[in-house]
Structures are given as C-alpha cells and as structure tokens.
C-alpha cells in the first residue's frame, strides 16, 4: 500500500513559479513509477508528468516541457514538480498518483495509476 500527500499549491499570478511536492508513505516507494496528473473545472483529468523509478527518466506533456521540471527523492520518499511560467490554463486541481510496485513503464494512462492523492489547488490569475 502507498498513500499519497500532495502539497505546495497555491493562488500565484501568471508568470509565477510553483513548487508542488508529493510524500509517500510505505517502503515501496522506490519501486514506484509516479505521475501527476491535474483537473480543470468543468473538465476530465489529464496527464501531466511521469518519472521512472529511479528518477533518470522523465516524460512531461508537450505543453509542460520547458517550464515544469519533475524530480524525487526516493531517500525521502517524495516527489516534486517544479512549475515556472505559470497561465491561467494551469489553473486545476494537481494530483500525484503512483503505479504499483510491479509496474515496470511509464505511463500516461490515468486507469495505469493504482494509488492516488487528495489533490492540491493551484489557481493561476492573469
């Protein structure tokens, strides 16, 4: 079992940098590919970062890459996405979820993730 706190969010301004940062909790954490994804107002959720287990590969969405940066710390049992270059369109609900512990790919399938966070606010304002 992993559970998953996320942190970090916040109300900013556009152009602004955001740290959100994920703890873990159980001892296999370092087995687990990790992910966030985020949730828009009136809409689905959607992938936004993923990153290996031992933290040497990362995949982010085309619309993140150069301005999020994903890391872990698997020593610390967390995970970090490093947001710069904040807009208004980042504005959601910021989820950190995990794969389990057998699961050896990344993944930008929600329905691949077993282990879920309560979710973190980010409000972004133009």
């Known amino acids: 079992q992993v559970q998953l706190v996320e942190s970090g969010g916040g109300l900013v301004q556009a152009g602004d940098s955001l740290r959100l940062s994920c703890a873990a909790t159980?001892?296999?954490?370092?087995?687990?590919?990790m992910g966030w994804f985020r949730q828009a107002p009136g809409k689905e959720r959607e992938f936004v970062a993923t990153?290996?287990?031992?933290?040497?590969?990362?995949y982010l969405t085309d619309s993140m890459k150069g301005r999020f940066t994903l890391s872990r710390d698997n020593a610390k049992n967390t995970m970090s996405l490093q947001m710069t270059s904040l807009k208004p369109e980042d504005t959601a609900v910021y989820y950190c979820?995990?794969?389990?512990?057998?699961?050896?790919?990344?993944?930008?399938?929600?329905?691949?993730?077993?282990?879920w966070g309560q979710g973190t606010q980010v409000t972004v304002s133009s």
């Open positions: 979820a995990a794969r389990t512990q057998g699961a050896t790919s990344m993944s930008v399938r929600e329905f691949e993730y077993s282990y």
């Open positions: 159980g001892r296999t954490f370092s087995s687990n590919i």
């Open positions: 990153i290996s287990r031992n933290g040497d590969t990362t």
